[in-house]
């Protein structure tokens, strides 16, 4: 009887809190979340049982060594994302779907030849044994199958294609 209403206070005060945070602006959540995860902590050291933080830490490990290894990405996506959804806003602020560049007759955005450049890290004029290799190199990365995204993949695979094409002509 006593876990049962120790339940239903801990699940009152989480509705409670749920309501409160609501109110709140992203800081003072972030906030609210650190006060809540000190505190938390605490009462486990206080009362020995800290040993599970310490093994879900060496479960995380090996996540976050593998995530280490796409830092050197994050310029690329955050500029192809930043591009995206500031040239979608400019385009049209109601129209789903709306991307950057030129639209190909698939009706699929398209992407400049400078974007295809900044999105495969290459400078212009690359050979097209580079292009393939930084194709190649971000693909791994990034390809869905990879935990990566498809629209990444996308844009990726339209760059080297739009490059190709015009080191042929």
Not at 5 to 33: C, H, N, T
Not at 83 to 107: I, L, T, V, Y
Not at 109 to 126: N, T
Request: glycine share 8%; proline share 6%.
């Amino acid at each position: 009887m006593g876990r049962l209403l120790l339940l239903l206070a801990v699940a009152i005060l989480a509705y409670a809190a749920w309501r409160w945070l609501q109110k709140r602006s992203g800081l003072e959540r972030w906030q609210a979340f650190a006060v809540a995860g000190a505190v938390v902590l605490m009462a486990l050291a206080a009362t020995g049982r800290l040993n599970w933080v310490f093994a879900l830490i060496g479960l995380a490990l090996p996540f976050l060594r593998k995530l280490l290894v796409l830092l050197p990405y994050v310029p690329v996506l955050r500029q192809v994302f930043g591009r995206a959804a500031a040239e979608q806003r400019q385009e049209n602020p109601h129209q789903e779907g709306a991307g950057s560049g030129p639209e190909d007759p698939s009706g699929r955005p398209g992407l400049s030849v400078r974007e295809a450049w900044d999105i495969l890290g290459l400078e212009p004029g690359a050979a097209p044994e580079e292009i393939v290799a930084a194709h190649r190199r971000l693909i791994q990365k990034l390809h869905p199958d990879r935990g990566g995204s498809a629209y990444l993949a996308t844009r990726i695979n339209q760059a080297k294609d739009l490059l190709l094409k015009e080191c042929r002509e």
